[in-house]
């Protein structure tokens, strides 16, 4: 071995053993018995020869690049990239609906109406709800109630939390979403009780939805039932938001169901100032995509594995 090689090695093995093995530099000096300004000096070295190439990764500016070019390949008002937590989608959801939350705090003002649906990511949204000042806001609910007892199908119930949380208005619709004939469910629109809410689908400032997965996803609840689901997927339906469903190129499907579906409308959310949806995992990725190939979206909070596949498509 050269004088030169001879330098390269020793440069190789302190680098190892300082940056890899984590020892400190006395550490490295009394095991090559040299003194430590010694073992500075080539660790100085190096880094000056390329021998160690130190990346500095600033996570944030990683998930706001995410963020820029999902708003420019899919023309969203806003998007936010949160960090994918590999081994627990709880913790995912709960960075993603701490995201919302702060961006409904930064953005709600005194007469605004917030639409919520369910999910178990919008109830993240709405336990994380911690504003920094009181808001004269209505908050309605989305659709009807649902027959299923989780505390995140529970839809009036998330609408008087986040009421609660901002000190608004809360307004309940005391209806199934899915009622037995179209007659029946244009009665109940007409009843006082419901056009409370129905009224405010006419002016909704933001609109906070989640996005289903077909087929679905585990623990993705049917909230249409089984037997409506499975005329959907031969269809080719890919995902909904708030019941209405669609295909991968984001066309909504006529189905049924929906005219018996008491909730908001398509219509109502196209008139929407602002509706952000919230989605986690690459499982919803052609969910994800075929909602914003729909152009109903206007804001995406998405964790970054789920960002990065709606990029790649």
């Known amino acids: 071995m050269?004088?030169?090689?001879?330098?390269?090695?020793?440069?190789?093995?302190?680098a190892h053993l300082y940056y890899e093995e984590n020892l400190s530099q006395q550490e490295i000096a009394d095991r090559?018995?040299?003194s430590r300004s010694l073992?500075?000096?080539?660790?100085?070295?190096?880094?000056?020869?390329?021998?160690?190439?130190?990346?500095?990764?600033?996570?944030?500016?990683?998930?706001?690049?995410?963020?820029?070019?999902?708003?420019?390949?899919?023309?969203?008002?806003?998007a936010e990239?949160?960090?994918?937590?590999?081994?627990?989608?709880?913790?995912t959801r709960r960075a993603l609906g701490n995201a919302a939350a702060q961006y409904l705090d930064r953005n709600l003002q005194d007469g605004d109406v917030l639409g919520l649906a369910w999910g178990r990511t919008i109830l993240e949204v709405v336990n994380l709800l911690a504003p920094s000042k009181p808001r004269r806001i209505d908050v309605i609910p989305l659709l009807g109630e649902s027959s299923y007892t989780g505390s995140y199908t529970q839809l009036?119930?998330?609408?008087?939390?986040?009421?609660?949380?901002?000190?608004?208005?809360?307004?309940?619709?005391?209806?199934?979403m899915l009622v037995g004939s179209k007659e029946l469910r244009d009665a109940l629109l007409q009843d006082p009780s419901t056009r409370d809410v129905s009224t405010r689908w006419e002016r909704i400032s933001y609109a906070c939805v989640g996005i289903g997965a077909v087929p679905p996803v585990e623990g993705q609840i049917v909230y249409i039932g089984q037997e409506n689901l499975s005329d959907l997927i031969e269809r080719e339906a890919v995902g909904d938001i708030c019941a209405r469903y669609f295909n991968f190129q984001g066309k909504f499907l006529?189905?049924?169901?929906?005219?018996?579906?008491?909730?908001?409308?398509?219509?109502?959310?196209?008139r929407a100032k602002n509706v952000l949806a919230v989605a986690v995992g690459i499982e919803k990725s052609k969910a994800v995509r075929g909602a914003l190939c729909?152009?109903?979206i206007t804001h995406l909070f998405v964790d970054e594995a789920l960002a990065q596949v709606l990029l790649q498509e």
Do not use: C, M
Request: no cysteine; charged share 20%.
């Open 2 to 14: 050269t004088e030169r090689q001879d330098q390269l090695a020793t440069l190789v093995e302190v």
């Open 32 to 34: 090559l018995n040299v």
């Open 39 to 78: 073992i500075a000096l080539y660790i100085k070295r190096a880094r000056e020869q390329g021998i160690v190439q130190i990346q500095i990764r600033d996570p944030q500016n990683v998930f706001q690049g995410l963020a820029f070019k999902l708003q420019e390949r899919y023309h969203l008002k806003h």
């Open 81 to 91: 990239v949160v960090s994918s937590a590999h081994l627990s989608s709880v913790l």
């Open 156 to 176: 009036n119930q998330i609408v008087l939390q986040a009421a609660r949380a901002f000190n608004g208005t809360p307004y309940f619709l005391l209806v199934p």
């Open 254 to 270: 006529d189905a049924e169901f929906n005219e018996r579906l008491l909730g908001v409308s398509l219509d109502h959310l196209r």
């Open 294 to 296: 729909s152009r109903l």
